[in-house]
């Protein structure tokens, strides 16, 4: 039997942008020193999806001729914070930093003159700004989903006590991974939880995040011949530490450090 899926999604996504410049090192230290990344071994620095690559070139100037032809704009979690290391690394301000109607804006340039801009968008725009994406969003890949027997339950379990952004999809719920991919969580009668883990969550500290999941009423689950510590947590040399735990419909889910 052969299983057919929509047609992936050909068109083209811009995976980076290349600077020509006389003095590549310069540049790609410049910003990873400005935004707190390191450039990998072939010099590029990863901001999101989409990164930069300095790149050496002898057929461009010292210095940009016309910056404002190609602008870089760098969504900031907080623009007066990045402002401020981006002042360390040394710039010319084009536009300080000013609040305007959809969030705060301040435009600058890199070390070859280049127009680099950070925004920080208003809450309030950014879900409007979801909101309108999600309406029109449909999947081109194959997604995964699960089952639960209460959707109001695993809503506030996700969206509450995991802090993952959760939205309701006609009486079923999507948790967003990113902007373009989402997990299906649809309700089932009779349910049944899977007897393995169906979702992991990455975090920035498994002992923090173990200890907020405890404090929410949470039980860690103990499985033998895991090694878990006080809290729960398995730390073996064979995988990054980890702690398993259910949701309210008791399907497995669990929390990992992988750094």
Do not use: C
């Not at 899977?194 to 039980?219: F, M, R, Y």
């Amino acid at each position: 039997m052969t299983i057919r899926h929509r047609t992936v999604d050909t068109t083209p996504r811009l995976n980076s942008l290349l600077l020509g410049s006389t003095n590549p090192d310069r540049l790609r230290a410049w910003y990873a020193e400005a935004f707190g990344v390191e450039a990998d071994r072939w010099g590029f620095v990863e901001l999101g999806p989409t990164g930069v690559m300095a790149d050496p070139r002898d057929d461009v100037a010292e210095a940009s001729a016309e910056p404002g032809r190609v602008i870089l704009n760098l969504d900031v979690p907080d623009a007066k914070a990045a402002v401020e290391r981006i002042e360390k690394a040394g710039t010319t301000w084009v536009v300080p930093l000013e609040e305007r109607e959809p969030g705060w804006f301040a435009t600058f340039t890199d070390p070859d003159g280049n127009y680099v801009q950070v925004i920080q968008m208003k809450p309030e725009m950014e879900r409007e700004m979801l909101a309108e994406m999600r309406r029109d969003f449909t999947p081109t890949h194959p997604f995964v989903g699960f089952a639960v027997d209460d959707i109001p339950a695993a809503q506030a379990f996700y969206r509450d006590t995991l802090g993952l952004d959760v939205s309701d999809q006609n009486g079923m719920l999507a948790i967003w991974l990113s902007p373009a991919e989402s997990v299906l969580v649809y309700p089932k009668p009779g349910h049944v939880p899977a007897q393995h883990t169906i979702l992991n969550v990455p975090v920035d500290d498994i002992d923090d995040a173990v200890d907020s999941l405890t404090e929410a009423g949470v039980e860690v689950i103990r499985y033998d011949g895991f090694g878990q510590d006080e809290r729960g947590i398995a730390r073996g040399d064979e995988g990054p530490p980890i702690a398993w735990f259910t949701d309210p419909a008791g399907n497995i889910l669990s929390v990992l450090q992988l750094q």
